[in-house]
C-alpha cells in the first residue's frame, strides 16, 4: 500500500488527552472508521499481512479488535472468535487474568472457540502494555490454538508491550 494512505491513517487518529482517566492519550481510532475510504484502508493492512499465509480463524479483542476482526475475518471467508471481558460471554469459558495500571481485569474466551492444532491470529486496535493481549495469547494457547502472530493498528512503541507476547511475533502499521 502507497505509505501516504498510511500517513493519512496516521493523521486520522485523533490524541484525546485525559481519557479515561488523566496522564492517558487515548488514541481514538473512530476518525477512521467513520470514514470509507480509511476504513477500508486500515482492514487491507491486515489483508496484505495474510495473503499466502494459512490461517484458520481470526481472535479479536473486547471491543474495537472485533471492529477490525470481524472484517478481516468476513474478507478471508474464516471465523471470528470474540475475546471478551469476564461476564459477557454466555457459554462455557476458560479465563485469565492479567494486571492493569491500576488492579486486575480478566479475559474470556469459550471453550470450544478454537479446534485444538487451529492456526490462530490475534486482531486488537492498539497495543498499550501488552498486559491485554498478553493474557489473550495464553487463553489462545490454553484451549490448543497456535498463535502465529499478534496484529494491531496501532503500537504504543515506548511501553514496550511487543516484549510480554514474546515469542510471539507483534506486527503493527502505525507506530508511535
Ligand atoms: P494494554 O493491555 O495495556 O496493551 O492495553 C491494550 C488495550 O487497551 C487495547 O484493547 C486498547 O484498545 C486499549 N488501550 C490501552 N491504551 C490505550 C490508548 N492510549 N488509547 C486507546 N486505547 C488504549
Redesign the pocket.
Known sequence: MASTMTEQLRAAVRDVPDFPKKG?????ITPILKDGALFRASIDLFLERFRGKKIDKVVG?DA??FLFGSAVAYELGIGFVPLRKKGRLPYKTESAK?S?EYGEAEMELHIDAITRGEQIVLI??????????ASAATLIKKVGGELLEAIFLIE?EF?H?REKLAPTPVISFLKY
Open positions: 492517558i492519550v487515548f488514541k481514538d479483542i474495537r479488535g492479567y492493569l486488537d486496535d492498539l497495543l498499550a502494555t501488552g498486559g491485554t493481549s504504543l511501553l508491550g
